[in-house]
C-alpha cells in the first residue's frame, strides 16, 4: 500500500520536481539537510554542528554550501552518449521468460533518408575460463545473423551489435552507415527443483527471505551527495523507510579496503600493503558475505564500471573463479575493446552509444526485473566512471540515477527487498582535498543509506527504532558488513549471539544496524584507526619551530621508506618544500599521561620535485622528538596520475615521484 502511493505521487511529481529543483537547487538542498539533522537530533533547525555528538565522538557537521566549496563547485548537465536512433532495442517477454530483440528497419530508412536495407549481426561475449587471467580475458562468438523479432538464446548473457545500413544504389556514400552496440540479458540459470526450492524461500510466511540489493557510487560523500545530487535525495527522502548513517566514517584508502570491510568484515591492509593482493588466486580465497548469501538460497549478482579502474582488478589479477553468479566484468571488458570510447570527467565515460554506468545501472534493473519473483537476490552494482576524479560530476547524473530508482520502484525492489545505496570514501585528490577546509572530512564520510521495506518495518519495529538511533551514532563498515550477516538470521537478537566466526575479524564489537550502537563509542570500538577517524576535535599548531621539526622527521620517514622498499631507483628522493598547515588532534577518553608524551598531528605538506601534496597522521613525541607513521598510509591530496608512471602498485603509486630517467628523455 504504502510502496504504492509514493510510487504514484513520486512519478506524477517528476516533471515538475525536477523544474523545481533547477531552479532552487542550493536553497532546497541545504533546507533538507538541517531539517533532517534538526530532526535527527531532536533540536530546533537551526545549523547542527556535529553529525555525531557523544563523549568519545564529536564528528563535525559539513555544510555542502560552504563558500569556499562553492567557488569551485559547477553544476554540469549531462550530454547523451549518441544523438542518433537505436536500430536494436530489446525487451524482455515476461509470458516467454526470455529477451526479444528487434531491429527497426524504419529508423534506419529515416536516418538514411532513402531506401535501404537493414543488415544486423551480433556476437556473444563470455568469459574465458581457462584463460591464465580470465577476469581479463572473454571470448567472442562468429558474427550470428541477426533478425527483427529474433528470441534471444538463453545461453546468450552479452552481445554486441553491428548494423549495416545497405543503399541499393551503391554509389551513394551517405547511406553507408554502420551502428555498433552492446546489450546485457539477465537469463534464468535454475533448475526447476531450485526454482521451486527458491520460491519457497522467498515466500515463507514465518522468515521471507528479504533481497539485498547494494547500490554504488564511487568517491561520493554524504556531503557531496547534498550537493550534486539533490534529486536523488529527494527520492530518499520521499520513499519511507530509508535511514541515512549521518555517523558512518570510513576504515581504509580507497575501494578496495572500504568494500573489503562490507563485503568480508576485514579490510585487508596488511595484505594490500604486503603485496598480497597481487598474487594469483588471493582474490578468490577470501570469505566475501555474497557466497554466505548464495549458500543461504539466494542468487547472487556483482557488476562495476570501467574495467581498469574496477576494485579487485585494478593492477590486481581479479578472480579466477566467478564469483557470483551473474558477473558484468566479461562485458565490461569486451566493450571497452571493441567500442568507442569517449573521455569525459577524466574517465572513460562514454562506452560506445552509452553511458558507462548505464551497463551496470541496466544489469541491476535487468537482475530485479528477471528474479524478483523467482528467487532471493543478493547484488551489488557499482559505478565508478562519473564521480571518481571530478567532484561536481555527480550533478550530471542526477536526473538519470533518479529515473533508474524510480525504474526499480516501479518494478516492484522497494516491496520486498533491502536496499542500501553506498560509497566507499568521498573525495580522496583533487581540488576540493586541496582548496577546501572541508576536503579532509568529506575524504572520510561516505554516503551510507539503508533501505528496509515495509513488512520488515512491520515485523520488525524494534529494529526499525535502533535503525532510527543509530543514524547519528558513530557507524562503520563492519557495522554494514554485521547487518548484512544479520539479513541472514534476523532471528538473532543480540550481537552476542552471533557465532564468534562471523563476527566482523577486524572488529568482533562491530554489530548490525538493527541492533543499538553504543551511544558513547569510540574510533577503535567501531573498527576505525586514528588516520581515517573524523570524532576527535583539532587544533591548528602556529608555532613554527613545532610544525617544521615535525615535518623535517617525515619528510626523512618517507626517505628511509623509500630506501627499505628498494625504491630509491625510480622514485625521487624527498625534500620539503613548504608546511601548508598542521593540526592537532585532540584524542579523547585518552588518559592525559599519554596525550601528554604522544601528539597525534594530521600535517599537510609539499615536497619539492614535481610539488605533490601530502597528508600525513603521525604520532610524535615532543620531549624525545621522535616520530611514528606509516608511510603506506600517508594520502596523497593531488592525482598521483602524472608522476607515478613508473610503477605499479597503487599504494607506492601515492608516494613515489618518478625520477627522470636518463635514457628515456628522448623518447
Ligand atoms: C551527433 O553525434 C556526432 C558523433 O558523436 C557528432 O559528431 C555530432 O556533432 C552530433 N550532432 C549533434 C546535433 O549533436
Ligand atoms: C525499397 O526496397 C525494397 C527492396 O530493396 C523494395 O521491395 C521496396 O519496394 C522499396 N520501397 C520503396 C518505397 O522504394
Ligand atoms: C575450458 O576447457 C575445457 C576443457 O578443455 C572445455 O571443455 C571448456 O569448453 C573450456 N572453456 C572455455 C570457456 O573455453
Ligand atoms: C548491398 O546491396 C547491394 C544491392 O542491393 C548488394 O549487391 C550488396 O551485396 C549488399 N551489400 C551487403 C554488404 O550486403
Ligand atoms: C560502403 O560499403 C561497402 C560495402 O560494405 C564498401 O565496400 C564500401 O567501401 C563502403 N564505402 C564507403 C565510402 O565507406
Ligand atoms: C564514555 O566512555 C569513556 C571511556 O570509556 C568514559 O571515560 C566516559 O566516562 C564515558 N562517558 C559517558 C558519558 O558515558
Ligand atoms: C615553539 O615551540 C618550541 C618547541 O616546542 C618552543 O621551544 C617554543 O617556546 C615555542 N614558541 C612559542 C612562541 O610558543
Same mark, same amino acid.
Given at each position: 500500500?504504502? $510502496?504504492?502511493?509514493?510510487?504514484?505521487?513520486?512519478?506524477?511529481?517528476?516533471?515538475?520536481?525536477?523544474?523545481?529543483?533547477?531552479?532552487?537547487?542550493?536553497?532546497?538542498?541545504?533546507?533538507?539537510?538541517?531539517?533532517?539533522?534538526?530532526?535527527?537530533?531532536?533540536?530546533?533547525?537551526?545549523?547542527?554542528?556535529?553529525?555525531?555528538?557523544? %563523549?568519545?565522538?564529536?564528528?563535525?557537521?559539513?555544510?555542502?554550501?560552504?563558500?569556499?566549496?562553492?567557488?569551485?563547485?559547477?553544476?554540469?548537465?549531462?550530454?547523451?552518449?549518441?544523438?542518433?536512433?537505436?536500430?536494436?532495442?530489446?525487451?524482455?517477454? %515476461?509470458?516467454?521468460?526470455?529477451?526479444?530483440?528487434?531491429?527497426?528497419?524504419?529508423?534506419?530508412?529515416?536516418?538514411?533518408?532513402?531506401? $535501404?536495407?537493414?543488415?544486423?549481426?551480433?556476437?556473444?561475449?563470455?568469459?574465458?575460463?581457462?584463460?591464465?587471467?580470465?577476469?581479463?580475458?572473454?571470448?567472442?562468438?562468429?558474427?550470428?545473423?541477426?533478425?527483427?523479432?529474433?528470441?534471444?538464446?538463453?545461453?546468450?548473457?552479452?552481445?554486441?551489435?553491428?548494423?549495416?545500413?545497405?543503399?541499393?544504389?551503391?554509389?551513394?556514400?551517405?547511406?553507408?552507415?554502420?551502428?555498433?552496440?552492446?546489450?546485457?540479458?539477465?537469463?534464468?540459470?535454475?533448475?526447476?527443483?531450485?526454482?521451486?526450492?527458491?520460491?519457497?524461500?522467498?515466500?515463507?510466511?514465518?522468515?521471507?527471505?528479504?533481497?539485498?540489493?547494494?547500490?554504488?557510487?564511487?568517491?561520493?560523500?554524504?556531503?557531496?551527495?547534498?550537493?550534486?545530487?539533490?534529486? @536523488?535525495?529527494?527520492?530518499?527522502?520521499?520513499?519511507?523507510?530509508?535511514?541515512?548513517?549521518?555517523?558512518?566514517?570510513?576504515?581504509?584508502?580507497?575501494?578496495?579496503?572500504?568494500?573489503?570491510?562490507?563485503?568480508?568484515?576485514?579490510?585487508? @591492509?596488511?595484505?594490500?600493503? &604486503?603485496?598480497?593482493?597481487?598474487?594469483?588466486?588471493?582474490?578468490?580465497?577470501?570469505?566475501?558475505?555474497?557466497?554466505?548469501?548464495?549458500?543461504?538460497?539466494?542468487?547472487?549478482?556483482?557488476?562495476?564500471?570501467?574495467?581498469?579502474?574496477?576494485?579487485?582488478?585494478?593492477?590486481?589479477?581479479?578472480?579466477?573463479?566467478?564469483? @557470483?553468479?551473474?558477473?558484468?566484468?566479461?562485458?565490461?571488458?569486451?566493450?571497452?575493446?571493441?567500442?568507442?570510447?569517449?573521455?569525459?570527467?577524466?574517465?572513460?565515460?562514454?562506452?560506445?552509444?552509452?553511458?558507462?554506468?548505464?551497463?551496470?545501472?541496466?544489469?541491476?534493473?535487468?537482475?530485479?526485473?528477471?528474479?524478483?519473483?523467482?528467487?532471493?537476490?543478493?547484488?551489488?552494482?557499482?559505478?565508478?566512471?562519473?564521480?571518481?576524479? $571530478?567532484?561536481?560530476?555527480?550533478?550530471?547524473?542526477?536526473?538519470?540515477?533518479?529515473?533508474?530508482?524510480?525504474?526499480?520502484?516501479?518494478?516492484?525492489?522497494?516491496?520486498?527487498?533491502?536496499?542500501?545505496?553506498?560509497?566507499?570514501?568521498?573525495?580522496?585528490?583533487?581540488?576540493?582535498?586541496?582548496?577546501?577546509?572541508?576536503?579532509?572530512?568529506?575524504?572520510?564520510? %561516505?554516503?551510507?543509506?539503508?533501505?528496509?521495506?515495509?513488512?520488515?518495518?512491520?515485523?520488525?519495529?524494534?529494529?526499525?527504532?535502533?535503525?532510527?538511533?543509530?543514524?547519528?551514532?558513530? #557507524?562503520?563498515?563492519?557495522?554494514?558488513?554485521?547487518?548484512?550477516?544479520?539479513?541472514?538470521?534476523?532471528?538473532?537478537?543480540?550481537?552476542?549471539?552471533?557465532?564468534?566466526?562471523?563476527?566482523?575479524?577486524?572488529? %568482533?564489537?562491530?554489530?548490525?544496524?538493527?541492533?543499538?550502537?553504543?551511544?558513547?563509542?569510540?574510533?577503535?570500538?567501531?573498527?576505525?584507526?586514528?588516520?581515517?577517524?573524523?570524532?576527535?576535535?583539532?587544533?591548528? @599548531?602556529?608555532?613554527?619551530?613545532?610544525?617544521?621539526?615535525?615535518?623535517?622527521?617525515?619528510?626523512?620517514?618517507?626517505?628511509?621508506?623509500?630506501?627499505?622498499?628498494?625504491?630509491?631507483?625510480?622514485?625521487?628522493?624527498?625534500?620539503?618544500?613548504?608546511?601548508?598547515?598542521?593540526?592537532?588532534?585532540?584524542?579523547?577518553?585518552?588518559? #592525559?599521561?599519554?596525550? &601528554?608524551?604522544?601528539?597525534?598531528?594530521?600535517?599537510?605538506?609539499?615536497?619539492?620535485?614535481?610539488?605533490?601534496?601530502?597528508?600525513?597522521?603521525?604520532?610524535?613525541?615532543?620531549?624525545?622528538?621522535?616520530?611514528?607513521?606509516? $608511510?603506506?598510509?600517508?594520502?596523497?591530496?593531488?592525482?598521483?596520475?602524472?608522476?607515478?608512471?613508473?610503477?605499479?602498485?597503487?599504494?607506492?603509486?601515492?608516494?613515489?615521484?618518478?625520477?627522470?630517467?636518463?635514457?628515456?628523455?628522448?623518447?
Amino acid at each position: 500500500m504504502t $510502496v504504492a502511493k509514493t510510487q504514484e505521487t513520486s512519478i506524477q511529481g517528476k516533471g515538475e520536481v525536477s523544474a523545481m529543483n533547477r531552479m532552487l537547487l542550493v536553497p532546497f538542498g541545504t533546507l533538507f539537510s538541517l531539517v533532517a539533522l534538526a530532526a535527527a537530533a531532536g533540536q530546533q533547525p537551526a545549523m547542527p554542528k556535529y553529525f555525531v555528538n557523544s %563523549p568519545l565522538c564529536k564528528m563535525p557537521y559539513v555544510d555542502p554550501f560552504s563558500a569556499d566549496v562553492m567557488a569551485i563547485y559547477k553544476k554540469i548537465k549531462l550530454k547523451d552518449c549518441h544523438n542518433d536512433s537505436e536500430l536494436v532495442t530489446a525487451e524482455y517477454d %515476461p509470458k516467454l521468460k526470455q529477451y526479444r530483440v528487434h531491429t527497426r528497419l524504419d529508423l534506419a530508412r529515416k536516418m538514411a533518408k532513402e531506401n $535501404v536495407t537493414l543488415e544486423c549481426g551480433y556476437q556473444k561475449i563470455y568469459r574465458d575460463g581457462n584463460a591464465t587471467i580470465p577476469d581479463d580475458a572473454y571470448r567472442m562468438s562468429k558474427v550470428i545473423p541477426l533478425t527483427d523479432n529474433l528470441v534471444v538464446p538463453n545461453d546468450v548473457e552479452y552481445i554486441t551489435t553491428r548494423c549495416f545500413l545497405n543503399s541499393s544504389n551503391s554509389k551513394n556514400h551517405k547511406s553507408n552507415i554502420t551502428q555498433r552496440d552492446a546489450m546485457t540479458f539477465v537469463q534464468d540459470h535454475l533448475t526447476p527443483e531450485e526454482l521451486v526450492h527458491s520460491f519457497r524461500l522467498l515466500n515463507d510466511e514465518q522468515d521471507p527471505k528479504p533481497n539485498v540489493i547494494i547500490l554504488g557510487i564511487d568517491s561520493t560523500s554524504r556531503i557531496n551527495l547534498r550537493r550534486t545530487m539533490p534529486q @536523488v535525495l529527494r527520492f530518499l527522502k520521499n520513499l519511507p523507510g530509508w535511514f541515512e548513517m549521518q555517523g558512518y566514517n570510513k576504515v581504509g584508502d580507497n575501494t578496495l579496503p572500504n568494500l573489503l570491510a562490507i563485503l568480508t568484515g576485514d579490510n585487508h @591492509v596488511e595484505n594490500i600493503e &604486503a603485496g598480497k593482493f597481487k598474487v594469483r588466486g588471493f582474490e578468490d580465497s577470501l570469505d566475501y558475505i555474497w557466497q554466505h548469501f548464495k549458500e543461504a538460497g539466494y542468487t547472487t549478482a556483482y557488476a562495476e564500471d570501467c574495467q581498469s579502474l574496477s576494485t579487485f582488478n585494478f593492477h590486481k589479477p581479479g578472480f579466477i573463479r566467478q564469483p @557470483v553468479d551473474y558477473y558484468l566484468r566479461p562485458f565490461v571488458r569486451a566493450i571497452e575493446k571493441t567500442l568507442k570510447l569517449e573521455r569525459r570527467f577524466e574517465t572513460i565515460f562514454c562506452v560506445g552509444r552509452h553511458i558507462s554506468s548505464g551497463y551496470v545501472w541496466d544489469f541491476a534493473v535487468q537482475f530485479v526485473q528477471r528474479l524478483l519473483e523467482e528467487t532471493p537476490m543478493f547484488g551489488v552494482f557499482w559505478s565508478n566512471s562519473f564521480t571518481h576524479n $571530478v567532484f561536481s560530476a555527480g550533478s550530471a547524473m542526477d536526473h538519470l540515477f533518479r529515473e533508474y530508482l524510480l525504474l526499480l520502484l516501479k518494478l516492484g525492489l522497494f516491496k520486498r527487498s533491502i536496499v542500501l545505496l553506498v560509497s566507499d570514501h568521498g573525495y580522496r585528490f583533487g581540488n576540493i582535498r586541496t582548496r577546501t577546509k572541508s576536503g579532509y572530512l568529506d575524504e572520510r564520510l %561516505p554516503m551510507m543509506w539503508l533501505y528496509v521495506p515495509p513488512w520488515f518495518r512491520k515485523k520488525y519495529p524494534h529494529y526499525v527504532a535502533n535503525l532510527r538511533k543509530n543514524r547519528n551514532r558513530l #557507524s562503520s563498515n563492519y557495522d554494514v558488513h554485521m547487518t548484512l550477516q544479520h539479513i541472514l538470521q534476523l532471528n538473532t537478537r543480540s550481537h552476542e549471539a552471533f557465532d564468534a566466526r562471523i563476527k566482523a575479524k577486524k572488529c %568482533p564489537n562491530c554489530r548490525s544496524l538493527f541492533f543499538e550502537l553504543p551511544e558513547n563509542r569510540s574510533c577503535s570500538e567501531a573498527g576505525i584507526t586514528e588516520k581515517w577517524c573524523t570524532c576527535h576535535p583539532t587544533t591548528t @599548531v602556529t608555532n613554527r619551530t613545532q610544525y617544521m621539526a615535525v615535518a623535517r622527521a617525515v619528510v626523512q620517514g618517507m626517505n628511509q621508506h623509500l630506501v627499505a622498499k628498494k625504491l630509491t631507483h625510480l622514485c625521487e628522493n624527498f625534500q620539503l618544500n613548504s608546511v601548508e598547515v598542521m593540526d592537532r588532534k585532540e584524542i579523547l577518553g585518552e588518559r #592525559s599521561t599519554t596525550a &601528554a608524551t604522544e601528539h597525534v598531528y594530521v600535517l599537510n605538506f609539499q615536497t619539492v620535485y614535481k610539488k605533490p601534496k601530502f597528508e600525513a597522521t603521525v604520532r610524535w613525541n615532543p620531549r624525545s622528538s621522535t616520530l611514528k607513521m606509516n $608511510v603506506d598510509e600517508l594520502s596523497r591530496k593531488d592525482s598521483y596520475s602524472a608522476t607515478a608512471k613508473c610503477v605499479k602498485d597503487s599504494l607506492v603509486k601515492k608516494y613515489c615521484i618518478c625520477k627522470k630517467l636518463p635514457g628515456k628523455q628522448h623518447k
